[in-house]
């Protein structure tokens, strides 16, 4: 079919684009991707391939590419039309607009020069993949892309380490072993979900506790767009004397690290927090 054009009012406007699959867009937006006096996307060829599926004519209308890469030169541009009093669509490649991707300056700017903004709400990897964990959505708290190396992201790892909401984050495929590992180290033993290419042809969804799913990916050539979903931290504290004892009957066993390894398991706490305790054990 072929989408008809509304009156839509000047302003910007904000249109989540399917994950994957393209039947889910919403009406909404098709309505304003076929009204808008002005079209930006973060991948061009994304968005005419969509408007393409659903009869959506782009007809003369301007379409700028609007990218990490040309954000401070494309900007000006979309700045001049709203102030001109023009419609302005931005769409991201797949997803929600300013969820990890370049938009937000471009909204930012928006707001200050008292630009009218809406959202038209749709598709986002974050709610997609809570949905689909079956961990508590009662409360998380979404942590974007970690740091590429390791120190620094075992850093963030520790300072969300006890957070009281379940924890989602990006991940590239060419990092997730590590990134498991390391949470692994950082988090104890915790339950987690990898959500890969959700709405698409070969979605998989991969439970497990952090090391075991560490391993199942270590090796592997994984491809597409990752979501992973990590349980909230325990409530308990744990008892200084419980820990001690703990590790000293550990460590009448095995290594350091073999000791730590097992209490932290045991007890539900990080394996760093464990180790710590076992070095200074050892030394004494």
Known sequence: MNWQTRDIAPGLYLVATPLGNARDITLRALDLLASADLLAAEDTR?????????????????LIAYHDHNAAKARPRLMSALAAGKSVVYASEAGTPLISDPGFDLMRD???????????????????????????????????????GTGKRKKVLRELANVPATLVFYESPKRLAAMLRDAAAELGPRKAVVCRELTKRFEERCEGSL?????????????????????????????????????KKALTRGSVKDAASEVAQKLGISRREAYQRAMALAKN
């Open 211 to 247: 090391e075991d799913l560490s391993r199942r990916y270590e090796g592997e050539s994984v491809k597409g767009e990752i979501v992973v979903i990590i349980e909230r931290a325990a409530h308990q504290d744990t008892d200084p004397a419980t820990l001690d004892a703990a590790l």
């Open 46 to 62: 994304t968005l005419r391939r969509l408007m393409e599926i659903h009869g959506v004519a782009r007809g003369e209308r301007p």
């Open 110 to 148: 928006a707001l200050a020069a008292g630009v009218a903004c809406t959202s038209a709400p749709g598709p986002t990897a974050v709610i997609a993949a809570l949905t689909l964990s079956g961990l508590p959505t009662d409360r998380f708290l979404f942590a974007g892309f970690l740091p590429n």
